[in-house]
Structure formats: structure tokens, C-alpha cells
């Protein structure tokens, strides 16, 4: 048997699968799922990719310190920080409040329990990861390659696209994966944030095992969320060793 208890045999399974495969909500989930875990992974390589940059080339003595802030919320439970976003995104909270108090709405707007509730919170989750695993790139590229680069007359935005980007992208390509595979798979934040109107797969997949105790159908789930994972990383490998060949 695969991907279930042994009391549900693996064409049930099978064929879940596909039932889900054409059921217009099963696909909306998948697709909801997949399109917010895009969306946190380039928002994170965008915003994690400059900071580590910054802190790799960084001068000062304080660029450890400023390492260990910017890597600090990993030391910290996933449900402390998730707790944190329902304070700041309810409709009585900080967020609300402060758009209300600055005159743009009458009334505070309801932030939770939709698609931005989520990308935040799994934004604020893996953004630690994406620059950890840049840093780490960026930080073996010899510095002498950005003045020479300089030198012959590029720009910094040119000489980063084009020489320091180029040197990295092992340690991009491994932070995409890394936080795009925690994306799909995490649970806590997309609970919490999202409710029962912004399903996910790990959400929809805690549903069927513990609320319905529908093991097929939560096998099914959990099989496309390996394929998913399996898909980005075997796209990322083929993208790194492209990168290294190039």
C-alpha cells in the first residue's frame, strides 16, 4: 500500500486522485495552493536576495549583528509569528486601525482570512531562509569581480545582473526551492490566516485526515503535494546546472 493506511487500497487511491484531478474545487485548491506559493517565492528571493547582497558586502562590523536580526525569526515557533499577523490584519487590528485613523477608510477592512493574509505571513515565515541561502552564495563570489567589473565602466545595477546574479544562481536557484517547497507544504500559517475560505493543500489535507477521516482522499492530496515539491526541485536542479554550465 501507498501513501495510506493499510485498510484503503491503493486504487482507491489512484482513483481519488483522479476524481480531484477534474473536480473544480480540488483544482481551484491546487491552483490557489501553487499560485500563493509562487507568489511568496519570488517575493522573497526579490526582497532576500538585495539584503543578503548587502550584508555579504558590507564593510561594517556590525554586519553579523545585522545577519543574526535578519535570520533571528527562525529561532521563533511558526504560531508566535502567525499570531503576530492576527494583531496587525484583523479587522480591529493595528493594520485597521491605522488606515481608519489616516482617513483612507471609514471602516476598518477585514485582512484576514484572505490570499494577502497568507503570502504575508509566509513571506514573514521563509524570507529569513531565502536571504540565509543567498548570503551563503553571495558571500563566496569574490568582491574583486564587482570592482573590475566597475571599473571597466558598468553600473551597479548592470554589474549585479550581470556578473554577481549569473556567480549566484545556485544559491537563488536553492532558495526558491527551499521556500517554495515549505510554501506549498506549510500548515500552521495558512490555518491560522487564511480559514476555511482560503483552502490550501495542507489544510484541505488536515481536513480529510483528522475532521472527515477520509484517507483516500487525504493520501490523493498528499501525493500531489509530493509531486509538486518533486516537479520545483527537479526545475531547479535543471536551472542550476544550467547556470553552472553557462
Do not use: H
Request: aromatic fraction near 8%; hydrophobic fraction near 50%.
Amino acid at each position: 500500500m501507498l501513501f495510506a493506511p493499510p485498510d484503503v487500497p491503493t486504487t482507491e487511491i489512484f482513483a481519488r486522485l483522479g476524481e480531484m484531478l477534474k473536480d473544480p474545487y480540488d483544482l481551484e485548491v491546487i491552483g490557489r495552493t501553487v499560485g500563493l506559493a509562487l507568489a511568496v517565492t519570488i517575493i522573497c528571493v526579490v526582497l532576500g536576495f538585495p539584503i543578503a547582497y548587502w550584508l555579504a558586502r558590507s564593510p561594517s562590523r556590525w554586519s553579523g549583528v545585522f545577519l543574526a536580526v535578519a535570520i533571528f525569526p527562525l529561532m521563533l515557533s511558526n504560531v508566535v509569528r502567525t499570531f503576530g499577523w492576527l494583531v496587525i490584519l484583523g479587522s480591529k487590528g493595528a493594520l485597521g486601525q491605522l488606515l481608519v485613523q489616516l482617513g483612507i477608510v471609514d471602516v476598518a477592512p477585514q485582512l484576514l482570512y484572505t490570499k494577502l493574509a497568507i503570502v504575508l505571513g509566509l513571506t514573514q515565515l521563509f524570507l529569513p531562509l531565502a536571504i540565509i541561502s543567498c548570503y551563503s552564495a553571495v558571500a563566496q563570489v569574490d568582491p574583486g569581480l564587482d570592482d573590475a567589473s566597475r571599473g571597466l565602466g558598468a553600473s551597479r545595477i548592470r554589474t549585479m545582473w550581470n556578473v554577481v546574479i549569473p556567480l549566484t544562481m545556485p544559491g537563488i536557484v536553492v532558495a526558491a526551492t527551499l521556500v517554495f517547497a515549505g510554501s506549498v507544504t506549510a500548515y500552521t500559517t495558512p490555518y491560522l490566516l487564511g480559514g476555511s475560505s482560503q483552502r490550501m493543500l495542507s489544510t484541505q489535507l488536515f481536513n480529510y485526515a483528522s475532521t472527515t477521516l477520509d484517507w483516500a482522499s487525504a493520501s490523493a492530496t498528499a501525493l500531489i503535494m509530493t509531486v509538486l515539491v518533486f516537479l520545483i526541485s527537479g526545475l531547479s536542479s535543471l536551472i542550476g546546472r544550467k547556470g553552472a554550465t553557462s
